[in-house]
């Protein structure tokens, strides 16, 4: 499968330097930072610092590596918020949105970690017409 990468978008700019941004975390193959619009009391974004669409793209390309990196920089993210039950929290929401269907804003896989507060049920149902 094809994944076109747009090296224009926020989260290259934010990677490349170009465009601030407030850090929780970096680390070799990933970066945290707080979203610019919060929807939560805690809202992290974390990306790959590799150009990957969608988590699907960084699961197929990705290294070894980059996967065991991105994946612990999202633990470590929830550790540092307080927001795990591990860590003394009442727990997190994980969002990892792709395509159109699944209101992708940015072409740059991202993982939203969010909490500190209850955040009601992640979908409801809605039944199509016809």
Do not use: W
């Not at 974004?45 to 590799?50: A, D, E, H």
């Not at 699907?56 to 290294?63: I, K, Q, V």
């Not at 209101?103 to 149902?125: C, N």
Request: charged share 20%; hydrophobic share 40%; glycine share 10%.
């Amino acid at each position: 499968m094809s994944y076109r990468y747009d090296p224009e978008n926020i989260f290259a700019k934010i990677l490349r330097g170009e465009i601030p941004c407030q850090k929780v975390l970096e680390t070799e193959h990933s970066l945290a930072f707080r979203d610019i619009a919060p929807q939560a009391p805690h809202h992290v974004l974390v990306i790959p610092k590799g150009a990957y669409v969608c988590y699907e793209h960084f699961a197929a390309e990705a290294t070894d590596a980059e996967i065991l990196d991105f994946t612990r920089a999202i633990g470590e993210v929830c550790r540092i918020e307080a927001i795990s039950p591990g860590a003394g929290g009442a727990g997190y929401r994980l969002i990892s949105n792709c395509g159109t269907h699944g209101m992708q804003e940015v072409p740059h896989l991202h993982v939203h970690v969010l909490g500190g507060r209850v955040l009601g049920r992640m979908l409801t149902a809605k039944r199509e017409a016809g």
